[in-house]
């Protein structure tokens, strides 16, 4: 089923009745917490703690570092056991720097400081305090939220849209965040508005959330915020197709949302800076999805970050049946897990343990031209083209096609009668493509030092051969002036 209103998409079962139709429940403390220093786009904070530091709930653990990069806080008060590499939630299975924490069971706040009318700070002085609370795009792209309210800020954004859409099947975090707390994401989305200076905000929500719809609508009266239904349709909730069906505007290729005006949030992110800015809590914590087909109780979770994934299916829930496949995130952009051994991190949006009448097993079969690719890509690329350039090694061609505009979204592969891996080889691809742009970087770069040696090399002889030559010249002038002491003696002595 393709939509009538944008170009292309695709509408897989959602199965969301699994997951929300109970209210969002809280996940305990366990007795250990590994809180990844990674858990954003951009480069890894920097630890602050040493082994054996007690620390108290809310006190930063690790600073941001570099221009795009967010701070990390601990979840619990209790003792850093280790700072050490662990196993991330990446299908790779590498590890990243973590600050392993001892839980003390006291759960004990650092004092806070909240914000009694953040309407009187300045738009700068809020995007401060939202980054100085470790915020992050919780919609499951973690890029760092107080650099893009900075950089919307001094592209004179005017529009704020808030994404409620939650596309994925399986997920119903933010929905069920919606629905329970609807005046705290208003509030949230209010701040963000005064942070850019934004005229007006939109809150966009599919309409297969009709309960989200009626309460969000009901609380936004008097906040100047416009609640709107959009189809239901994957991927609505991507960035540039929500800013399409609600403003009409058609981001360019290359192009930011804030270069036209407009700037996107989640509403878990509204929300999270509301409690940053009147609660002064930083985001220590985040709802996570549980569910699929072998699931026992699914639901959601207000799950401490950190939490390791194996620990909070397991006392969560358990199993009814072993999982054929586990991810993270939802099904059409989210990861395998290698293990569960890994931590609930800021861009864990749901753990889905799957069966195996939920998966595909179909095994991939050569194209067959059928162009449902073609209609289902949101951005209007040429799928089929582009995997064939990229298996005959032509990543350049494929680049040409657009692969840099694929967001990803698997719209493609879903659709895929002959159960290509689309999405996998267009992230491989790119991968490929940043690896040999790195790699021509280097070949400069080392070029470049080649050069400077070159040219050092050539003005230290320059150097060496003019301080011999003054030398010389210095000697032979010292000869000359004996000489002529010499002379003058003689001639006095005759």
Not at 8 to 26: D, E, F, M, R
Not at 112 to 129: G, K, Y
Not at 203 to 210: F, Q, R, S, V
Request: with cysteine; charged share 20%.
């Amino acid at each position: 089923m393709l939509w009538k209103s944008l170009r292309g998409g695709v509408h897989p079962a959602g199965y969301k009745a699994l997951s929300n139709t109970t209210k969002i429940q809280h996940f305990p403390v366990m007795e250990r917490l590994y809180v990844s220093l990674q858990q954003h786009l951009g480069v890894p904070a920097s630890p602050v703690v040493k082994v054996g530091d007690r620390v108290l709930k809310g006190q930063l653990l690790a600073v941001a570092q570099g221009p795009v990069s967010a701070p990390v806080h601990a979840p619990t008060s209790g003792r850093v056991a280790a700072i050490a590499e662990h196993t991330a939630p990446h299908p790779s299975g590498l590890p990243v720097l973590v600050v392993t924490l001892e839980s003390d069971g006291r759960d004990q706040w650092i004092s806070r400081d909240p914000v009694a009318d953040p309407f009187s700070l300045s738009p700068e002085a809020v995007c401060e305090r939202i980054g100085a609370a470790g915020i992050v795009g919780l919609g499951g792209a973690t890029f760092p939220a107080a650099v893009k309210l900075n950089l919307s800020l001094k592209s004179g954004v005017d529009t704020l849209i808030l994404n409620g859409g939650e596309c994925e099947p399986y997920l119903s975090c933010d929905d069920r965040l919606m629905r329970e707390y609807a005046v705290d994401i208003l509030r949230g989305a209010q701040l963000i508005c005064h942070a850019v200076q934004a005229k007006r905000a939109i809150l966009g929500i599919e309409d297969n959330k009709p309960e989200a719809l009626a309460i969000m609508a009901e609380a936004s009266w008097g906040t100047g915020i416009t609640v709107k239904a959009v189809p239901s349709g994957y991927p609505m909730g991507s960035e540039k197709q929500l800013i399409q069906q609600l403003t009409g505007v058609e981001i360019p290729a290359h192009s930011r949302a804030a270069d036209s005006g407009i700037l996107v949030h989640n509403v878990a992110t509204a929300y999270a800076v509301a409690m940053a800015i009147y609660q002064d809590q930083p985001l220590i914590s985040r709802i996570v999805t549980l569910s699929g087909g072998a699931v026992t109780h699914p639901g959601n979770w207000e799950v401490p970050l950190g939490t390791l994934a194996s620990e909070f299916l397991n006392r969560a829930s358990g199993f009814d049946t072993k999982p054929a496949r586990l991810l993270m995130g939802g099904p059409m952009m989210g990861i395998e897990l290698p293990d569960l051994h890994v931590p609930i991190i800021k861009g864990s949006s749901g753990i889905l343990a799957l069966t195996e009448q939920e998966i595909s097993h179909k095994q991939s079969s050569p194209c067959v031209r059928c162009s449902r690719c073609v209609r289902a890509c949101p951005m209007g690329l040429m799928p089929l083209e582009m995997a064939a350039n990229i298996r005959s090694g032509d990543l350049k061609g494929a680049s040409k096609l657009g692969l840099s505009d694929c967001v990803g979204c698997g719209a493609c592969s879903y659709i895929c009668p002959s159960s290509i891996p689309l999405t996998h080889l267009f992230n491989y691809a790119k991968g490929e493509l940043v690896l040999q742009d790195k790699a021509r970087q280097k070949m400069e770069a080392t070029k470049i030092l080649a050069q400077r040696r070159e040219q050092r090399m050539e003005r230290e002889a320059r150097d060496r051969e003019a301080l011999m030559a003054a030398r010389r010249a210095a000697a032979a002038a010292k000869k000359a002036q004996q000489a002529e002491q010499d002379a003058l003696k003689q001639e006095a002595s005759a």
